[in-house]
């Protein structure tokens, strides 16, 4: 009877095993293991009291990003649980095989530490705006059961601030360009960012070597002196004034600046600002270590319905940057300009602008280092000839040579014919000669009532030498132009030359020219 009992019990454990076994298979293959946990965890969820945490993107005064969000939004993407949430997003990384994860709105997943479990949800609320603008305010939330909250909540707070601060020292070293959305009173952030990858260096860039050694050490020391700086009462910040024709470059060394300090640049598009406070909004929510950048300013200030809102003093103000040392930490500031002409002096004083920087149409020397990067050659035997003709003043763009460079990259001759024929061109015409003279930096500039440090790379020539290039040009152009059309030409170049003889000064036995007063 006992073994027979023995036999039954056998049987009985076995076939619950193998039940349990079958089951736990068949919950595995069709994947209703998870509604069964999550049917556990949302029953034992019920029989706790939770306590929530609101982590929102911006600071209580709505004016500065707050860090922690930032912090918490890479650890939750770093979680494995997100590969096993429900939903989530893929993206593509940087690399070209990367997909990374990355929380989607209103998505929940979970995180268990020192044996707690807790939950995170990525709200977000659409805030409709307008017909066809809408806001979102963005929101992390801890769910962490009461009974937890005292033995984890801050050894876990601690856990994530430690979890990413290396992969946030990491992602600081991507450079990251800001741009300002159009102005709504109901938006908190107004700066969109994306990675900032354009690709101009300090190497890459066809200028004086001695000018960019120049540019480079005043940055660097003026990373280094915010001692210097406190003691002597003045606001960390340096503004550099970059003006010159276009396609000289400015933007581009723009680029080349931010990158040699791995600084994030803020560009302020003033068409987008509404008025003089939400221009010091703008300039409240940019982060420390950052390059702010207003392009064109000239043709903002010059243009008042470009400007709308904001005004003259709104400009000085932004520009003398007191409101940036709230936050304590350096400050660059770049203006780009094609001409200072219609500027009020007094915008561009010291302590504005500290330095201005003149970028020149194309010299041989710049020609040159462009042959050199762009078509790969150091010297060839149609140099002289390209000489010859920048030596009669003709010239062009850094740009204008660069693109011509760039469809000619395969035959250097090519290349360089093309660039002598369009020199040939342009001094034919006298347009180039005419528009480099007006927009080089004038005797005002140099010498007048504005102030700063004046950095020019060949921006002033003697009046000789000016004379024989416009000699030469006459010759060039008397070769193809006769009877009474020279004597125009005559009258236009020497209209040229006093309008030049009016700008030039200074000798410039150099590449480059700083003037300090
Ligand atoms: N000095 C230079 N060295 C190397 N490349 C240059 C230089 N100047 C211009 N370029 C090239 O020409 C193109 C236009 O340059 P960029 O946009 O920087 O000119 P810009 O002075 O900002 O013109 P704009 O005043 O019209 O805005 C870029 O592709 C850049 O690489
Ligand atoms: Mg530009």
Known sequence: MFAISLVVLFFVI???????????????????????????????DGMHVHQIFKVPEFNHDNFQE????????????????IENSDFTNLFSGKKSNDIILYLDHNQ????????????????????????????????????????????????????????????????????????????????????????????????????????????????????????????????????????????????????????LLNYDVYEIDLSRVADDSDLKMLLLQTSNKSVIVIEDLDRFMNDNKSVRGVSFSGVSTFMDGILSSCRGDEKIMIFTMNSKDKIDSSLLRPGRIDVHIYFPMCNFNSFKSLANSYLGIRDHKLFPQVEEIFQTGATMSPAEVGEIMIVNRSSPSRALKSVITALQTNAA?????????????????????????????????????????????????????????????????????????????????????????
């Open 66 to 81: 707050n860090q922690f969000y930032g912090q918490v939004f890479t650890y939750l993407n770093s979680l494995a649980s």
């Open 14 to 44: 076995s076939g619950i095993c193998l039940f349990l076994l079958i089951l736990r298979l068949f919950l595995y293959r069709t994947a209703l293991i998870h509604v069964v946990n999550k049917w556990v965890h949302w029953i034992e």
């Open 108 to 259: 929940t997943i979970h995180d268990t530490f020192l044996g707690a479990r807790v939950s995170w949800k990525n709200e977000v609320n659409d805030q409709k705006l307008g017909e066809d603008q809408s806001c979102c305010r963005r929101t992390l939330l801890l769910k962490i059961k009461k009974k937890d909250k005292r033995r984890i909540l801050r050894p876990y707070l601690q856990h994530i601030h430690n979890a990413v601060s290396e992969d946030l020292q990491q992602r600081k070293r991507e450079v990251k360009l800001y741009m300002n959305t159009q102005y709504d009173h109901r938006i908190n952030g107004r700066w969109n960012s994306i990675p900032f990858t354009h690709p101009s260096t300090f190497d890459t860039m066809a200028m004086d070597s001695d000018l960019k050694y120049r540019i480079k050490s005043d940055l660097e020391s003026f990373l280094k002196s915010k001692q210097y700086y406190h003691r002597l009462g003045r606001i960390w910040k340096r503004s550099y004034l970059l003006y010159g024709p276009s396609g000289t470059g400015k933007s581009s060394f723009v680029a080349a600046m931010a990158k």
């Open 429 to 517: 015409t006298g347009w180039r000669l005419s528009e480099s003279a007006s927009s080089r930096p004038s005797a005002e500039e140099s010498g007048g009532e504005s102030g700063g440090v004046f950095w020019k790379d060949k921006g002033s020539v003697p009046v000789a030498k000016e004379v024989r290039k416009l000699y030469g040009l006459l010759r060039l152009k008397s070769g193809k132009i006769s009877g009474p059309s020279v004597a125009k030409e005559v009258r236009k170049l020497y209209g040229l030359l006093r309008l030049k003889s009016g700008k030039i000064s200074g000798p410039s036995g150099h590449d480059s020219e700083m003037i300090e007063r």
